[in-house]
Every structure is written in structure tokens, then in C-alpha cells.
């Protein structure tokens, strides 16, 4: 038996909101010399998409993106504010905060709120004393460095993809390769992701960003195999 819905109690400022299902598709991937990541662009609010081109990808500094999942307005407010103490650290300290010093920094504002908030990041960048790291940082606020990883709705389809793929000493033009082509599967399998195809490289020279249409080449499609007829035999069908 459904659970009787609450009525706003406006004289209190009661106002039961439903929960509403979001979804996206975050990949990052280390190779030998940086890290790529790579995201779709489609926001949705259930069934309806509130935005088709969004840009998930956020710098924090020159060597350093986080990649954004959960609630838009929660992982937004996140980011600025982890980018606003990592910049007064490398001010005061006058020296670059480390990438896993700055996804503690992270960890510690999700694991604090992790009741309040419904976000997951990808914290990946370079530095000179690791190269390039990808750490991975999940609703509650648990910080695993990863060597290839998948997070928001659509990694449920491309996690065995990745894991198949990865290898040591991977080029920078094979890991593009693998991060895009994983995001275009998981478009094409999640109903919750889609849109554009968004790429980052960050290696020692800095950020580098790269955007993939679906009307231009280089979009990663995805060739399906031919159905089985439908219909009985004695039923003539055109394909």
C-alpha cells in the first residue's frame, strides 16, 4: 500500500517535495602523463530534461577539474566552495595544493553534509609529485583513488567497458579514445544521459577541453545489431 502524500502546511512553511531521480555519466581515466575525463551534458528532473548542453566539467585550478553528479545546485555550490579554500591555501602557503590534498578538501565538506547534500564528484588533475590522479568521491564522502572509473547512472552500463580497456602506459590519444567512446555507450544505454560529448585532458601544461556533437565527426555512435523480424513468417515485412 503507497504511503499517503503529505500536505504543505503553508502556515509553517511546510512544503513536501517528492524525491526526483537525476542521472548523468562521469568518466576519468589516468594514461601516462595526465588524466582525461570525459562527461555527457544532459540535466533531468525525472522524466523531463531541464537542460541538454550542460557543462559538468569544472576547473578548480590550471591542473585540476572535478566532475560533477547528484543534484546541480548541490555539486555547484560544492565546487565553489572547495575552489575557495583551495585558492586561499595556495596563497598563504604560496605553493600549489596537491590534487589528493585538494579531494580531501572535498571529502571533508560531503562527509560533514552528506545528510543534506546529494552530490558526487570526480576529483582529477596533475601534479609533480603524483603525475596525473583520479579520485574518486561518492555520496557520503569515501575517497578511493582509481585508475579508471565510471560514476552517476550511466556507469552502471560501462564499468566491465573500462575495466577491459585500461592499461599501464596507455598514450594520451588511446585514453581519449577509450574515455569517449565509454560516454557514447552509456548515452546510448541510460535514458537519463545524453546530449553533447565533453572531454578534458589535464596533464602538466594545464587543462585542455574538447566538445563532440552529434552532428559533426568525431561522435562516438554506437552501431546496434539488426532485430529479429517481429511479426510471424506469413506476415510480409519491409525492413
Not at 65 to 94: F, L, P, W
Not at 189 to 215: C, H, M, N, Q
Request: hydrophobic share 35%.
Amino acid at each position: 500500500m503507497r504511503d499517503e502524500k503529505r500536505k504543505a502546511i503553508p502556515a509553517i512553511g511546510f512544503y513536501p517535495q517528492e524525491e526526483i531521480s537525476t542521472g548523468t555519466t562521469l568518466i576519468a581515466m589516468e594514461y601516462n602523463g595526465g588524466v582525461v575525463v570525459g562527461t555527457d551534458s544532459r540535466t533531468s528532473a525525472g522524466s523531463f530534461i531541464t537542460s541538454r548542453a550542460t557543462n559538468k566539467i569544472t576547473p578548480i585550478t590550471e591542473n585540476m577539474v572535478v566532475c560533477r553528479s547528484g543534484s546541480a545546485a548541490d555539486t555547484q555550490a560544492i565546487a565553489d566552495i572547495a575552489k575557495y579554500h583551495i585558492d586561499v591555501y595556495t596563497m598563504t602557503e604560496n605553493k600549489p595544493v596537491t590534487i589528493y590534498r585538494s579531494s580531501q578538501i572535498f571529502r571533508q565538506f560531503l562527509y560533514n553534509y552528506r545528510e543534506q547534500l546529494s552530490a558526487s564528484v570526480l576529483v582529477a588533475g596533475w601534479d609533480s609529485e603524483l603525475g596525473g590522479q583520479v579520485y574518486a568521491i561518492p555520496i557520503g564522502g569515501f575517497v578511493s583513488r582509481q585508475r579508471s572509473t565510471a560514476s552517476g547512472s550511466g556507469s552502471t552500463f560501462v564499468q566491465g567497458f573500462l575495466d577491459s580497456q585500461w592499461r599501464p602506459d596507455l598514450t594520451l590519444d588511446e585514453c581519449k579514445a577509450i574515455v569517449k567512446q565509454a560516454v557514447g555507450l552509456a548515452t546510448f544505454r541510460d535514458g537519463s544521459s545524453g546530449g553533447v560529448v565533453r572531454l578534458a585532458v589535464i596533464d602538466k601544461t594545464g587543462s585542455k577541453f574538447e566538445l563532440f556533437r552529434p552532428d559533426k565527426p568525431g561522435f562516438p555512435f554506437v552501431q546496434t545489431p539488426t532485430p529479429h523480424l517481429s511479426f510471424p513468417p506469413h506476415i510480409e515485412q519491409v525492413l
